[in-house]
């Protein structure tokens, strides 16, 4: 077998060293009735071909976004990575490597943990960052947890724009923790009257910008009447590109900021591996989790970098960390830090403007369909469309001829009527203009 | 004017007019190592004896500090907070982590005298 | 005609002094870099984006003001930036990195190539089913393969790592528990657990109640059952355990917490030692997560990410999370809603989309490569490698429990053996060496353990010049060479780092320097 580098010899050899007659006596602590006495119920080992042939099979069955038009947003977007990126990560000192837990051979992975950190702390306006979280959907769930040991209360209010799979996890995570959740009805520019639904015991609001309808707004007027009310105002994101366009959260008085950033580096992955982004007030820095990168010096005065403020942590404070979470996403937070360097200033600006002027044109063109509502009219590159029927329908209608159109009300929010007939759109800078026509003569065709 | 108590938590208590004086103990604080953050009470708080009152950490531990006597808080070492290496160079001076004033002083005659510390921790 | 080119091709005698300091500061291989944001120079771009056409905003009182405070610079100087940067780490390509607990082996790169096929990297979570049936193939045929080889009958693919596969393990038994209509609090945990294991119990409101171990590094049975009640929520038992040993009593655990109508989850962080070999679905378990990056060889990233599923009996399998896929007549079905599968119970939602594919593809390559009889052998030769290693050390390394019999895939060691020289020493001593260290001060309950672990894909020449280092380092401490130890790593990028001095004084973001904010 190609991966097990001892031969019988070397086996009969050490099992000598040892003073044990065979691979048995190694065993002999478990139950005579729990070892399998031969091979389990699957096949043999292949060599690397014929593991080629039946996982490119199964690849080949999938319609993959390159290959058509292709606008699926709602939390996952399709941006082009640079070549560079997933060259570098494949590096076998980033991809083969651990936690860095010894900083004399890990300063490879700290110092990009500190610029990650850096760059993090930057696009969001905030002023502390960490080295991520698993996703943007677990990071909202763990920031709501952090407001409730700020505030020392007990109850969330998730805004009805949030990602409801964000919404979910949120409720499922911090319920069982013990928290009451409440979240409001799903609908696009819905006022939510956060001055009566925030009470004493509140200890945050959760708001998404732009929200899961494709919708930005200016959320300091919310911020306002939950810091009035002594609880704090998360600000989630699920297309981080959009940073380089809008007024960030941390402009807008959010306390604590999270969002996905798997737009930059990472690609679509079918749902993951991502990148969580987190940051917040510097106050509120012990009450972070996940692991923090710090600048430090070594024994003969150079600058480095170590893993800090540990403590927080579970494998010290076991019981009492603020988070169970051990992993991070290290190698993604890698590819995200790569590319945000190779876009740099002009670069992110310049691509959250192509984003934005990819989705006004497809705006244009499909809110001219008959029986066709733009529902949002400030975005970023996502916007939503109100159909003159149940969007899924659409949506299949769509794939059949060759186009990804979007994500339908229910596949969001199964059930609920009052968005059924809604599609999520999202358009990015790998859209051409000849996708754009083939979308707006597909989803006439539909329609008519 | 009081002689300075233990307890087998080390945390060292030193009591004037009802208002005990606390810290940890030299040998606490060399057990932790290089104390970098220090978690202290509101002023004001209710403390109850054996119960957690404040946190000490170093790098790679967390240490709970109880209070030795029930009582309410009414003075907490601020400069700890700037500098927690104090905790370490002058742990039963400088280092001192909060003042209690006490709903029992005689209570304290409860606790470890220096030499019965001294010999508890020779025990360890 | 005279050639006047000769120059000398032998070393010579040139005297080599020991604090040689180079101009530049680089050395050799070893180059210094700064932060990429010391590096950036306006006017440069890594990136070719064509010209924005000036289109009317649609953005509406939200449009950014300002600017961000990226660096710009080159590809070239980005892609050497990164490049140096990874010359900095120690990897598990470059030198055996026997962290015990962590599973550090071989990563197939067979397995990058496939998680990279367009039909994999390139497919949306939310496009329609139907366009991506292969995806769910991949899903259920990696779950097939988790559920036969650890005989249990169900499996939650999305959790993101193993301490979030714990959380999905211990919300699917307090789900189980409310469904009874009870109430249960304590989770019992032994002493030596990883620390993710109480913080997880605590996390979702259980009190956390700690068993001892015995002096064989075992649960302490008798106290355990004392511990038992009708308020226990469950057992969570990492088995083969931190100290690298198998539970020999696990079934008599199992019997134990199944008495009190408890639930036996098992921190499966060590399954690479077993995989094969024995099914936890034999030794009474009704749940246990299981890091793909672990025992499947999922790289780790220099920290993730990871992939955790959970397996769960009988008893647990109704309250298996959203979303998971189903094998029907016409194919496979994804559920992402309590109301597409009436008959299920699931506890709730524990992460945005369906899990990590990318690692889902790299651990059923890795699978697929092994197959049944390679898999066995994984397990065989990764507990022959840790017991010819503890075999090969214990005379002059103090091994707590090498009296009790063999190990699994771990050994374990102290330091008590030395005066002066501590675990953390040799640690840092055996980067000099060559080697990443094992994992120190780990477990708890082993004062000063070293825990060694090698895995099955290490060669014994890499073993046994591993243990001719560990020997000398040994003979070095017993000869009292203190200097030999205090000061390393000698050899490392950087020597030891001042951790106190990071934590007194956090600095966790680059800041411009001062002269440049006033200038502006």
């Known amino acids: ?448 | 004017m009081s002689e300075t108590r233990f307890t087998e938590q080390h945390e060292w208590v030193r009591i004037e007019n009802g208002v005990a004086t606390v810290g940890i103990t030299r040998y606490a604080a060399e057990q932790l190592g290089d104390v970098v953050y220090v978690e202290l009470p509101a002023i004001g708080k209710k403390v109850e004896a054996e119960k957690e009152a404040a946190v000490v950490e170093s790098v790679k531990a967390a240490s709970e500090v109880y209070a030795p006597l029930s009582g309410e808080v009414v003075a907490t070492n601020d400069a700890l907070s700037a500098d927690p290496a104090k905790v370490n160079a002058d742990p039963e001076g400088e280092g001192w982590f909060m003042k209690i004033r006490l709903v029992n002083p005689g209570d304290a005659q409860k606790l470890m005298t220096r030499d019965a510390y001294d010999a508890f921790v020779k025990g360890l | 005609m005279m050639n006047r080119e000769g120059r000398a091709t032998t070393p010579g005698n040139a005297a080599r002094p020991d604090a040689f300091q180079t101009h530049s500061g680089h050395r050799a291989l070893v180059q210094e870099e700064p932060l990429i944001f010391e590096l950036g120079r306006p006017g440069k771009i890594g990136v070719d984006l064509p010209e924005p056409k000036g289109t009317q905003s649609r953005l509406g009182n939200t449009a950014r003001r300002g600017f961000i405070g990226l660096p710009d610079l080159s590809e070239p100087e980005v892609v050497r930036h990164y490049v140096r940067l990874s010359q900095k780490n120690f990897s598990i390509d470059t030198g055996m990195f026997p962290l015990g607990s962590c599973t550090m082996k071989h990563n197939p790169r067979l397995n990058e190539k496939m998680a990279r096929l367009p039909g994999f990297a390139d497919i949306h979570p939310l496009q329609p089913q139907e366009t991506v049936p292969g995806a769910f193939e991949v899903m259920d045929e990696l779950a097939r393969w988790l559920k036969v080889l650890t005989g249990m009958p169900a499996v939650a693919m999305s959790p993101k790592a193993g301490a979030h596969g714990e959380l999905c393990g211990l919300m699917a038994i307090k789900a189980a528990i409310e469904a009874r209509g009870e109430k249960r609090t304590r989770i019992l945990v032994p002493e030596s657990a990883h620390g993710t294991n109480p913080a997880t119990a605590a996390l979702i409101g259980f009190t956390v109640d700690s068993i001892p171990a015995t002096p064989r590094g075992r649960v302490d049975l008798a106290a355990m059952k004392a511990k038992l009640g009708p308020d226990v929520a469950a057992v969570m038992v990492t088995n083969p355990n931190t100290c690298g040993l198998f539970e020999n009593e696990v079934r008599e655990i199992a019997d134990a917490i199944h008495g009190v109508g408890g639930y036996f989850y098992c921190d499966g962080a060590n399954y690479n030692a077993i995989v094969g070999r024995v099914r936890p679905g034999d030794l009474g378990i009704d749940a246990m997560h299981i890091n793909l990056h672990k025992t499947f060889s999922t790289p780790h990233g220099g920290g993730g990410p990871g992939a955790g599923p959970v397996v769960f009996s009988d008893a647990l399998a109704p309250f298996v999370p959203l979303p998971y896929v189903v094998s029907e007549a016409g194919g496979h079905r994804l559920v992402e809603h309590a109301s597409e599968d009436p008959a299920a119970k699931p506890f709730g939602r524990m992460v945005a989309f369906h899990g990590q594919m990318g690692m889902f593809t790299r651990a059923l390559t890795y699978m697929f490569s092994h197959g049944a009889d390679g898999l066995r052998q994984v397990a065989e030769d990764a507990v022959l490698n840790a017991n010819y290693i503890l075999a090969s050390l214990k005379d002059v390394y103090n091994a707590p429990f090498a009296a009790s019999g063999p190990c699994m895939h771990e050994a374990l060691f102290d330091d008590t053996a030395f005066e002066g020289v501590t675990t953390l020493d040799i640690a840092k001593a055996l980067i000099d060496e060559g080697f990443h260290p094992m994992t120190v001060y780990f477990p708890l309950v082993v004062h000063g353990a070293m825990l060694v672990e090698p895995t099955e894909t290490e060669s014994k020449e890499t073993l046994d010049v591993f243990i001719a280092s560990m020997r000398g380092l040994a003979e070095d401490a017993r000869a009292g060479k203190v200097e030999r130890f205090k000061g390393a790593p000698f050899l490392a990028p950087r020597a030891r780092l001042d951790e106190t001095a990071a934590a007194r004084k956090p600095v966790l973001r680059w800041e411009p320097p001062k002269r440049a904010e006033a200038a502006e």
């Open chain 1, 1 to 448: 077998m190609r991966y097990l580098p001892l031969t019988d010899a070397d086996r009969r050899e050490m099992l000598a060293r040892i003073g044990a007659k065979s691979m048995d006596d190694l065993f002999a602590d478990v139950p005579e009735a729990a070892r399998l006495k031969s091979l389990v119920d699957l096949p043999r080992h292949k060599g690397e071909l014929e593991v080629e042939r039946i996982m490119g099979a199964m690849a080949a069955r999938n319609m993959t976004a390159s290959s058509v038009p292709f606008f699926v947003g709602a939390g996952a977007y399709k941006h082009h990575v640079p070549s560079s990126v997933d060259h570098i990560i494949q590096r076998s000192e980033f991809l083969t490597s651990y936690t860095p837990y010894q900083p004399e051979i890990a300063q490879g992975t700290l110092q990009y943990l500190f610029e990650f950190q850096t760059q993090v702390a930057l696009l969001t306006g905030m002023e502390v960052a960490n080295a991520s979280l698993y996703d943007g959907s677990t990071g909202t769930a763990e920031a709501v947890l952090m407001a409730s040991r700020i505030t020392r209360r007990n109850r969330a209010v998730l805004s009805g724009t949030l990602h409801p799979h964000y919404a979910a996890v949120v409720e499922t995570v911090c319920a069982a923790a013990g928290m009451e959740i409440v979240t409001l009805p799903a609908r696009p520019l819905s006022r939510e009257d956060f001055a009566t639904l925030v009470d004493d015991k509140t200890a945050c609001v959760v708001v998404q910008n732009p929200d899961v309808f494709g919708s930005v707004r200016d959320l300091s007027p919310i911020a306002d009447i939950v810091h009035g009310k002594g609880a704090l105002m998360i600000a989630a994101f699920t297309e981080v590109v959009s940073l380089g366009a809008v007024t960030p959260p941390g402009h807008m008085g959010a306390d604590i900021v999270v969002g996905e950033g798997q737009s930059i580096g990472v690609g679509l992955n079918f749902g993951g591996p991502y990148v969580g982004l987190f940051a917040a007030k510097q106050q509120y820095l012990r009450q972070m989790p996940g692991r923090l990168c710090g600048e430090t010096v070594d024994a003969d005065g150079r600058r480095g970098y170590v893993l800090t403020l540990s403590t927080r942590e579970q494998h010290i404070r076991r019981e009492k960390a603020t988070s169970n979470i051990c992993t991070n996403s290290g190698l993604m937070s890698l590819a995200f830090t790569i590319h945000m360097s190779l876009l740099g200033e002009r670069g992110f600006t310049r691509l959250a403007a192509l984003n934005h002027e990819a989705a006004c044109a497809l705006a244009s063109r499909l809110e001219k369909v008959p029986g066709v509502e733009l529902v949002t009219p400030h975005f970023f590159n996502e916007f939503t469309l109100r159909l003159p029927r149940p969007a899924h329908e659409v949506v299949h209608a769509l794939a059949g001829k060759g186009v990804l159109g979007g994500v339908p009300g229910a596949r969001l929010w199964p059930g609920e009527k009052a968005v059924e007939n809604l599609l999520v759109v999202a358009a990015t800078e790998v859209n051409t203009e000849t996708d754009r026509v083939k979308y707006e003569a597909a989803l006439t065709e539909v329609l008519s």
